[in-house]
């Protein structure tokens, strides 16, 4: 399976200064990506430290699979889950830490939502309400919970969705990076299938893009980093009230049949590098 | 006697005293608390006196009261309560003089709205204290816990029952799926189940799932009961208290 990737990243069309941050890291299949908040430009350092933290630790758990692991290990999370999951604690310790030893970073902090791919596993780790979706058979699924109050009291029955949306009180967030000195770091496993489109973006395009409108954009345009520019140039019209950050990964199926299969052997045969006709 | 103050972000717009009559409270210039921004709806809300506790009641309002950030459609209030109405907000004086219990979270943490914020674990706690109390008090009845769970009708499968835990949860041969279909001409993805806020909707995959009969045109949401086939394969939606 071919992985092909695309990202993108917008100051907004009402804020001064961008304060999301993320990563794509094609060697590992890794992608973060971060929304920070705080004063002046504290937010910024809020979610490039919890993005380098977490891109960091994988690396190095990558290096060096017995590389120690933050925290007590969960059961039942492959190697790939747990170092993400040690990785976004190390993250909010970082963050945290920073904020205490420099009396102008007071109150920063970053929501956090990372995607890592080892085969066709997904590890999918979250703190804040940047989301990850998933778009497969066309159907576009939600594959993180936003911490949000306004999402807490959808899930305890106060409000319905669509009130969510209206709800004034949409940037009231329950859980974050770097604003305690621990903090709950959601987990996800989610095997994958040809064909997959996964996005993770910060709520600067949720809140301006509707979940269709986004399901069809990733229909419409095959490409991904086309995609990605595409859907920040869709929040921007919506209003661009936040920083908006997309990225968009797309998993393409092997092409099938006798064509293929010669032109790959001649391929292999062809170069000294075997990997040449991967990228 | 009992009072409310209608307050902008930190400054004081009106003070007026609830009496025998309900104090109306809307965007129209006839309310006793008028509220002048175009969230707030002509007739949104009352505070009144009923049987001796003070009670607050959403007019049918577009964009909703909140009482210390619970939507509420009617609910009593205490001393040092917050009514939200759009950016403003009433704070409740039901004594007169006593001492405010609740240290409102918007009095800590005063700032813009639109900022984004995060209640610390503490005041958190106590938001959801409120939140369990207000259960009791207005007719949101407080959460069980509720487990879903897929139970197994007929067909082959490698389990008779499962518990839904993750936010996707697979139906089909793929060794990944979290319901694992048997037999030669399974799909390897036949359908999935995915975990919103407000419940669980089934959507196609390889086969399009008959949801009580029907075949599901999109996402559709699994109410306790539900009868599912998909691929040959009978499945239950229950929701476990």
Known sequence: ?279 | MAKLSLMFEQKMVKEVPVGSRPVRIGRSPDNDLVVDNLAVSNDHARVYFESGRLVVEDRGSLNGTFVNDLRVERATLHDGDSIWIGKHHIKVDATGDAPLPYESRRKTNAGSINETMVLDTKVRRDMLQQAAAMGERTQFAAGRIKVPTIVVLSGRTDSKEYILTNKLTTIGKSAMATIKLRGWFKPQMAAQINQRDDGYYIGSGDKVPIVNGVSIPGPTKLDDGDLVEVSGVRLNFIVRE
Not at chain 1, 93 to 105: K, L, T, Y
Not at chain 1, 124 to 132: A, N, W
Not at chain 1, 137 to 151: F, N, P, R, Y
Request: net charge negative.
């Open chain 1, 1 to 279: 399976m071919q992985i092909l990737t695309g990202g993108a990243t917008h100051v907004g069309m009402v804020r001064t200064n961008n304060e999301d941050c993320y990563r794509i890291v094609a060697p590992l299949n890794l992608y973060v990506l971060a929304d920070g908040m705080g004063g002046e430009a504290h937010g910024e350092v809020a979610s490039a430290l919890a993005v380098e933290t977490v891109v960091k630790h994988c690396i190095e758990g990558q290096e060096n699979p017995s590389a120690p692991l933050l925290g007590e290990p969960k059961p039942g999370l492959n190697p790939k889950s747990q170092r993400l999951l040690s990785a976004i604690h190390l993250a909010n310790q970082n963050v945290f830490q920073s904020a205490e030893e420099h009396a102008e970073q007071e109150g920063m902090g970053a929501t956090l939502t990372a995607a890592w791919i080892d085969g066709m596993h997904l590890s999918v780790g979250h703190v804040g309400d940047s989301r990850l979706y998933l778009l497969r058979t066309g159907q576009l699924q939600q594959l993180t919970s936003d911490h949000s109050l306004v999402a807490e009291q959808v899930r305890r029955g106060i409000l319905t969705a669509s009130e969510a949306e209206q709800s004034n009180l949409q940037s009231v967030l329950l859980r974050a990076l770097g604003t305690q000195p621990e903090v709950e770091v959601d987990i996800e496993q989610v095997p994958l299938f040809p064909g997959d489109v996964l996005l993770l973006c910060s709520d600067g395009l949720t809140r301006m893009v509707t979940e269709p409108e986004i399901a069809g954009t990733l229909q419409a345009e095959p490409d991904p980093q086309r995609a990605a520019e595409k859907l920040v140039e869709h929040a921007n019209e919506g209003g661009g009230i936040d920083n908006v950050s997309v990225i968009v990964v797309s998993l393409k199926p092997e092409p099938k049949g006798w064509f293929s299969w010669l032109r790959r052997g001649a391929q292999k045969s062809a170069g000294g590098n075997g990997s040449a006709g991967g990228q």
